[in-house]
C-alpha cells in the first residue's frame, strides 16, 4: 500500500516536472524567435546558439550522471546506481547528437563548412563516441555483474574527457567560438543573454526529466528480471504464464 | 559575398562578441534554411527518443502486472494448502487434548 502510494507521488512529481519542461521549452521557443534580436554579421542562423550551447551543456549533465552513477556503482553495487549510470550515458548521447547536428549547421554558414578538425569539434565527437560505446557494451555484453563493472569503469573514466573539451579552446586554439567564456564582448544585447538563459533552464529540466524516465525504465527492467526469476523459482513458465 | 569570405577564418580568428543588429538592416545572408534544419532535427531526436522510451516503459510495464499477477496467484495456491495442514493438524491436537483430560477425570 504505502509502495503503491510512493508510486503514485512519483508519477505525480514526474508529470509536474514534465509540464513545466514543456511550458519553459514553449517560452524559450517565443523568447528566441519573437524576442531575441538578429545577430548582425551571422543573421538569423546565430538563434541556433540558444539551444546548440545547452545541448553541450545538456550532455555535461548527462555525462557527469553517468561518472556519478558509475563510481557509486564500483563503491556499492546496486540496481538503482547502475540505472543512473545508464541512464545518463544515454541522455549525454541524445544531447551529444543534437550538438553534433547542430553545430555543423552553424558551421556551414560561419566558417563555410560543416566540419572542421578543429580542437573543440574534436574533443566534443571523442567524448560523444565514449558514450555510444558504453551503451553499445551495455545492448551487446549482456546484463551480468562483470559487464556492469567493466561498463561503470567506462563511465569513470570517459569522463576525464569532459574537461579536455571546455579547455581545448583555450589550449590547442581553432576556430570554435568562445561567446561566453572568451574575453571579447559576449552577448551584446540584454534579450540575447536572457535567451541563452532560458535555453540553459530548458535544458536542465530536459536532462533531469530524460534522467528520471530513463531510470525509471531501467529499474523496470531490474524488477522484472527479479520477477522472472521468482516465477521459474516457483516453477512456472514465464514464457506463457504472462 | 558571405560574411566567410569577406573575414576568412584563420585557426585563431573565433568570435568573442555578438551584437543586436541596428536600425532595419536587412538580413544578407539567409540562414533560414539551416536554422530550421537544426531546430527541426533537435526536435526529431528528442522526440524519437521520448517515443522509444515511451514504447520499451509501456511494453515493461504491462509484462511486469502481469507476472506479478501470475506469482501473486501461484503463491496464493500454494499458500492453501499449507494453511489446510496447519488447521488440520492444531484440530488434531486439540482432540488429543480433550481424550486425555476425558480420562483423567474418569480415572
Not at chain 2, 15 to 32: H, I, L, P, R
Not at chain 2, 48 to 64: E, G, H, N
Request: charged share 20%; with cysteine; glycine share 10%.
Amino acid at each position: 500500500m504505502a509502495r503503491a502510494r510512493a508510486a503514485t507521488r512519483s508519477d505525480t512529481a514526474f508529470y509536474a516536472l514534465l509540464a513545466v519542461t514543456a511550458v519553459a521549452v514553449v517560452g524559450e521557443l517565443y523568447f528566441v524567435f519573437l524576442v531575441a534580436p538578429i545577430e548582425k554579421r551571422m543573421g538569423i542562423v546565430q538563434k541556433i546558439f540558444y539551444f546548440h550551447v545547452p545541448s553541450w551543456y545538456g550532455m555535461y549533465l548527462g555525462a557527469g550522471a553517468c561518472f556519478l552513477g558509475s563510481l557509486a556503482y564500483l563503491i556499492r553495487t546496486t540496481d538503482a546506481r547502475d540505472a543512473f549510470a545508464r541512464a545518463g550515458a544515454e541522455v549525454a548521447v541524445v544531447f551529444g547528437a543534437i550538438g553534433l547536428i547542430t553545430g555543423p549547421l552553424w558551421g556551414a554558414k560561419a566558417w563555410g563548412s560543416f566540419w572542421t578538425w578543429d580542437p573543440r569539434l574534436t574533443t566534443a565527437l571523442l567524448s560523444f563516441l565514449i558514450y555510444v560505446a558504453y551503451l553499445v557494451l551495455r545492448s551487446f555484453a549482456g546484463d551480468g555483474s562483470g559487464e556492469r563493472k567493466f561498463s561503470a569503469a567506462l563511465g569513470v573514466l570517459g569522463a576525464a574527457n569532459l574537461p579536455i573539451i571546455h579547455y581545448s579552446v583555450q589550449k590547442w586554439g581553432g576556430q570554435h567560438p568562445m561567446v561566453i567564456t572568451g574575453s571579447g564582448g559576449g552577448l551584446q544585447h540584454p534579450d540575447m543573454k536572457i535567451a541563452l538563459a532560458g535555453g540553459f533552464f530548458c535544458f536542465t529540466l530536459l536532462a533531469a526529466l530524460m534522467l528520471w524516465a530513463r531510470t525509471r525504465l531501467e529499474l523496470a527492467k531490474s524488477r522484472l528480471a527479479r520477477a522472472e526469476a521468482d516465477a521459474i523459482d516457483l516453477g512456472l513458465d514465464t514464457r506463457t504464464e504472462a | 559575398m558571405t560574411w566567410t569570405a569577406m573575414q576568412p577564418a584563420t585557426p585563431n580568428d573565433r568570435s568573442e562578441t555578438f551584437q543586436a543588429v541596428e536600425g532595419n538592416a536587412k538580413e544578407q545572408y539567409s540562414g533560414g534554411a539551416l536554422l530550421v534544419t537544426a531546430y527541426a532535427a533537435l526536435w526529431v531526436v528528442i522526440f524519437v527518443w521520448i517515443a522509444i522510451v515511451w514504447r520499451k516503459q509501456a511494453a515493461l510495464d504491462a509484462r511486469l502486472t502481469d507476472l506479478e499477477k501470475v506469482i501473486d496467484q501461484a503463491d496464493a495456491a500454494k499458500d492453501v494448502p499449507a494453511t489446510a495442514t496447519a488447521t488440520a493438524e492444531k484440530g488434531a491436537a486439540k482432540g488429543a487434548t480433550s481424550k486425555d483430560a476425558a480420562s483423567k477425570d474418569a480415572g
